[in-house]
């Protein structure tokens, strides 16, 4: 049997569901009409769906006309669901655009247009609500050829002459046909419908079944059916979850079959198909096997997402529309954070428009919505899945960046046994074009699975921008050298080289903020207009009149979303209840007060941990860290934009010194012990910090520096020591307090040794409401992390604020801190290497006291006097005589 998947599309109240179910209901498949108004639609499956008379979720429907099988795909109408109708479009053969024959074209209207033609797809539009009074067939014709597309045709005057000659306008084969033959065939209709060259439009009343029989009929008459591949291909476009909380994948096979107990996999999961279903309303039907064409949910994957390809089918592009506003939910008092995220990502797993983000900064969790409905509806879904009732924040702007100029970025990671090095170029791309990765580079320079991974780590990331932290966008970002080393390179190096060149690039780069823009329709009173103007011209917006008559005006323009967002409230009380807004999304564009937010919001991006702008370098067997503005002093490679100079003196930007001289023969000698034997004799604890001079290769003129004396401060990550330490973790099995406080003992005295700073850090984090704690133990500092902060985080902050006042060494076995540490210039120790440290200094103490023991030791001899003396030598030489 053929096969087609055809989505139905419109704007909220156009009749979407009632001409849904009629077309059910004149195929045969169901035998009573339900309506939206009485909460008993065959596709409104849910129950806040029946409740509020609107579709939230896409569903389908699976019924026949003549020898063609219809998967039909009911959307969401409302704009604050347009995510969920975004993802159905990628999969549909064609689409049905409702139009409220009462309303006209509305402002989501014509968004669903450009959806539509974005994606390419063929579109049949129904024009509804024609029983109504004020409705003018020739007058909404217009319309839509003027305000949509010169192309839409009405088909219920097939076999009128006109209709021939307006066919023709449409398309260049046609016309030639029509003037050679003075007829039009039927196949080079349904070609040019299918090429988007035509539009057919019908007429008709949904509620009382009017227009839509041959509108059905005409649907598979100038419908091409595809073909489609022999090899197994599948689109994703959905993840749901049944009744019984099984998680269901749906899809669309492009090619081959699908069968029961396939494997199925993608770059990063493999796993198997246990139950293949065919949804048609609420009921469905479990098959074993499913040819290419059909839609279907499959039980069985629990790694899918939306837009996911599988087989043949690459991943689909990201989506159109976004949500701009941003909320923090707010969770109920006594409800733990960890437990309640894992089930919230549930919801984004469906909805992943969502972006959830647990900011560490502001310790709370944050969405991007789409709207108040769009809210509502979360609350009410989460509070029947988990039981909790989240509040939600007020909403703020979802800003984005992007740069005014092209420049090369420069990343580097090479702590001790690592190397990588990635130059990107990043360009200035064109608006609402999002983010486009490539390579341009040679695989003599760089393997090419080494480009492939870089591609990679671009495409995994939210990369943010530096002015407010907000993604980036509208950027073409191209790969153009990078660098490996054959032994030291390892699976994290380009990730971290990668992600600091983007940072890198945008330091250096001319950075725009962006903001989100409505493109808006407002229709209100003739003597109303003035007012309008005047309130869009105060939001930095523009507007024009679009048409006039009957004693109402419609006004169409742009304007920032924060300052239109709750303008319909404004509408309506100045027009008492006449004015409409409709608002869509426009697009981003440049901030109109781009200062004001930037302060606002307070972003420091050299302060951003999580995002380093700096790359790490290395010399002397040990990383440093090299501020983004000087990274290009020290990059291996050569730069885009012009070659290195190749010179023996300092990099231009490097610090200045007070005196040059040469180098005596002692001071070589120490160089090379420095270098060639840098891995040799003993561990010393205080590391000397030595500010690289040289690049990669190249021979460097030394000078001296007047070195800054810095205090020296150890921070120790106390659990961490005390599990790697074997005496203490045996201690800590049965009595960790006494773990804790015997390794304060040992500490404590090494302090008096080396009368250094010590911070000693335990995690507290786990304990709810716990405040960070900081107490003096005899001479040394300890600290308590606060709540849902780990050691770690404190470690980190603490070396990366203060590197440039003190001379930081870090005691820790976790090797992942170790290299973000190195990183933050700061010196490392292992827990083994501080027990070896600790054990050398009381030893080398103890010798010292022995040998000064032994050279100062008194006799009872020399507390006497001379006459006593004597008198002692008199006896002694007495006893000596009698013996």
């Known amino acids: ?307 996911e390809g599988l087989g043949t089918e690459k991943a689909s592009e990201a989506p159109i529309l976004e949500p701009v506003l941003y909320y923090q939910l707010i969770l109920p008092e006594g409800c733990d954070v960890r437990a309640m995220l894992p089930k919230l990502r549930q919801i984004e797993e469906e909805e992943p428009e969502l972006h959830l983000v647990w900011e560490e900064q502001l310790q709370e969790i944050q969405a991007q919505i789409m709207g108040e409905v769009q809210i509502e509806i979360l609350q009410s879904l989460i509070q029947s899945r988990f039981g909790v009732w989240i509040e939600f924040g007020p909403g703020k702007i979802v800003y984005k960046e992007t740069i005014g100029d092209k420049v090369e970025g420069v990343g580097h990671f090479e702590p001790l046994r690592h190397y990588a090095e990635v130059h990107l170029l990043l360009e200035p791309g064109e608006p609402g074009s999002g983010l486009v990765f490539g390579t341009d580079c040679s695989e003599d320079v760089l393997g090419k699975s080494y480009q492939r991974l870089i591609l990679t780590h671009l495409e995994e990331k939210v990369h943010k921008g530096v002015l407010t932290g907000s993604a980036i966008t509208d950027m073409r970002i191209t790969l153009i050298a990078g660098r490996a080393h054959i032994k030291h390179t390892e699976g994290g190096d380009f990730r971290e080289a990668t992600y600091r060149a983007v940072r890198q690039g945008l330091k250096e780069a001319v950075s725009v903020l962006l903001e989100p823009y409505y493109a808006f329709q407002l229709e209100l009173p003739e003597n109303m207009v003035g007012r309008a103007m005047t309130d869009i011209e105060k939001m930095f917006g523009t507007c024009e009149i679009s048409h006039t008559g009957g004693g109402f005006t419609v006004l169409t323009g742009s304007a920032p979303v924060v300052a239109m967002r709750n303008y319909q409230k404004e509408v309506t009380a100045y027009t008492k209840g006449q004015g409409k807004l409709f608002c869509s999304l426009k697009g981003y564009e440049p901030c109109h007060n781009t200062q004001e937010v930037i302060e606002s919001i307070g972003y420091d991006s050299e302060r951003d941990l999580a995002n380093p702008t700096g790359s790490v370098f290395c010399a002397h067997g040990a990383g440093f860290l090299v501020e983004w503005d000087k990274v290009k002093d020290y990059m291996h490679l050569e730069g885009y934009y012009q070659k290195k100079s190749v010179s023996l003196t300092t990099p231009q930007n490097q610090s200045s010194y007070t005196e040059e001289r040469t180098i005596s023969l002692d001071e070589i000698d120490q160089i090379i012990n420095s270098t060639y034997n840098a891995n040799q004799g003993k561990k010393v604890i205080w590391k000397n910090r030595r500010p690289a001079r040289e690049s990669y290769q190249e021979p460097v003129t030394y000078v001296r520096q007047q070195k800054e004396s810095k205090e020296e401060y150890l921070l120790v990550d106390g659990y961490n020591v005390i599990h790697a330490w074997t005496e203490l973790s045996e201690l800590a099995v049965d009595n960790m307090d006494g773990a804790r406080m015997k390794l304060l003992d040992i500490l404590s005295n090494y302090q008096g040794i080396k009368k250094s700073q010590i911070i000693v850090v335990f995690d507290a984090y786990r304990l709810e409401g716990h405040q960070e704690e900081t107490l003096d133990y005899f001479n040394i500092h300890v600290v308590y992390t606060k709540e849902a902060q780990t050691a770690d985080q404190y470690i980190e902050k603490f070396a990366h604020d203060n590197q440039h006042k003190y001379n930081i060494t870090v005691a820790t076995s976790d090797g992942l801190q170790q290299i973000i540490i190195r990183g933050a210039g700061s010196a490392i120790l292992s827990a083994r290497e501080l027990k070896e440290e600790i054990d050398r200094v009381n030893e080398r103490t103890m010798e010292e006291f022995q040998e000064k023991r032994g050279r100062d030791r008194s006799y009872l001899i020399d507390a006497l006097t001379e006459g006593a003396k004597q008198k002692v030598e008199e006896i002694r030489n007495q006893n000596k005589e009698s013996e």
Not at 96 to 114: E, M
Not at 142 to 169: H, P, R, V
Not at 259 to 271: A, S, T
Not at 284 to 297: H, M, R
Request: aromatic letters at 8%.
């Open 1 to 307: 049997m053929k096969k087609l998947v055809i989505g139905i599309l419109a704007h909220v109240d156009a009749g979407k569901t009632t001409l849904s179910e009629g077309m059910l209901y004149l195929s045969g498949k169901i035998g009573k009409l339900g309506r939206v108004d009485k909460g008993d639609a065959y596709l409104d499956t849910f129950e806040l769906e029946r409740a509020r008379g609107i579709t939230i979720f896409s569903k389908q429907a699976v019924f026949e006309i003549e020898d063609t099988q219809i998967t039909l795909l009911d959307t969401p109408g409302h704009v604050d669901f347009s995510a969920e109708m975004e993802r159905t479009l990628k999969i549909l053969d064609y689409a049905i655009l409702v139009v409220s024959g009462s309303d006209g074209i509305q402002g989501h209207t014509k968004t669903l247009w450009r959806l539509l033609t974005i994606y390419q797809i063929p579109v049949f539009l129904f024009i509804n609500k024609m029983d109504q009074n004020g409705t003018n067939r020739d007058k909404l014709m217009s319309e839509l050829k003027t305000q949509l597309d010169d192309g839409c045709i009405d088909f219920g005057q097939a076999g009128i002459e006109t209709f021939l000659e307006q066919l023709a306008t449409c398309e260049e084969g046609l016309l030639e046909t029509y003037l050679e033959t003075g007829q039009i065939d039927k196949e080079q209709i349904k070609k040019a419908v299918r090429e988007r060259s035509v539009f057919p439009c019908f007429f008709g009343a949904a509620l009382k079944l009017e227009g839509i029989l041959p509108f059905m009929q005409s649907l598979v008459e100038y419908a091409v059916i595809p073909a489609y591949k022999e090899e197994f291909g599948a689109k994703i476009f959905k993840i749901a979850r049944d009744e019984q909380g099984n998680r269901l994948t749906y899809m669309k096979l492009t090619g081959g079959k699908l069968k029961v107990k396939d494997i199925l996999k993608n770059h990063d999961w493999e796993e198997k198909v246990n139950q293949i279903r065919v949804y048609s309303g609420q009921k469905f039907e479990a098959v074993n096997e499913l040819e290419a064409g059909s839609v279907c949910a499959v039980i069985g994957l629990s790694n899918t997402k939306p837009g």
